[in-house]
């Protein structure tokens, strides 16, 4: 019954690889987000979507593309990963975005790029 | 005591202590703050929020103190317990439009039994 979960938990690559990390919400939001926590632990929002579309991109390198099939999914997928990609990826949502209320958050990914 | 870490201000206590964690937000547009606490590998869990109407807000052990003079926000917890460790973050934004949630640098809370 968890809220947002997000997969995999732990990501360990080589650089120049690609990958996704995937995220589900089974709360009926409205809107879903991505932040990037850097390792002094400030959190960083990437991108957000609101019902499928894309509402917020935070100058985010290029080859971060999110893709939301539905409300309640957003994934995320990196091109040719860089050793500076490497951070704590975190899934969020939020009942709507236009009244911002609170967010919950998914249990994170951690990316290492090698 | 308080002090500033090479990474992440920590706040050391005693189990039984009272807690106050600081925060100045930096936007006067903002109308809306939250508080956030993060335990080691997990997401930042929702604790407390307050809107700029008020001044204070009471939950269960925690109270938030908002001073919009001079743009600061804190969070007490009282009889803080081992379980209370973790990282908080202050957040901020304006409830109405596209504004994003703007999170603070975070401070490491630790409690000695």
């Known amino acids: 019954d968890t809220a947002v979960s997000q997969t995999p938990k732990y990501l360990v690559t080589q650089m120049g690889n690609d990958k996704s990390i995937k995220c589900e919400q089974n709360?009926?939001?409205?809107?879903m987000y991505w932040y990037k926590q850097d390792s002094k632990k400030f959190l960083k929002i990437m991108f957000s979507?609101?019902?499928?579309?894309?509402?917020i991109n935070e100058t985010v390198p290029n080859r971060f593309s999110p893709k939301s099939p539905d409300k309640a999914h957003l994934n995320l997928h990196i091109n040719s990963l860089e050793l500076g990609d490497s951070a704590v990826y975190f899934c969020?949502?939020?009942?709507?975005?236009?009244?911002?209320?609170?967010?919950?958050f998914g249990s994170g990914t951690q990316l290492s790029v090698l | 005591g308080e002090s500033v870490g090479l990474h992440l201000p920590t706040l050391s206590v005693q189990e039984g202590d009272n807690s106050i964690i600081n925060c100045a937000y930096s936007?006067?547009?903002?109308?809306?703050f939250i508080w956030y606490k993060q335990e080691s590998g997990k997401g930042p869990q929702f604790i407390i929020d307050?809107?700029?109407?008020?001044d204070k807000r009471q939950g269960q052990r925690v109270t938030v103190l908002l001073n919009k003079t001079v743009k600061h926000l804190s969070l007490q917890i009282a009889a803080t317990q081992p379980g209370d460790s973790a990282v908080y973050f202050c957040a901020e934004t304006a409830l109405s439009g596209y504004s994003t949630l703007t999170f603070g640098k975070g401070t490491m809370l630790l409690v000695s039994p």
């Open positions: 709360l009926g939001h409205d809107t």
């Open positions: 307050i809107r700029s109407n008020m």
């Open positions: 979507y609101n019902n499928k579309e894309l509402i």
């Open positions: 969020a949502s939020s009942q709507d975005s236009t009244t911002n209320e609170k967010l919950f």
């Open positions: 936007n006067s547009a903002s109308d809306y």
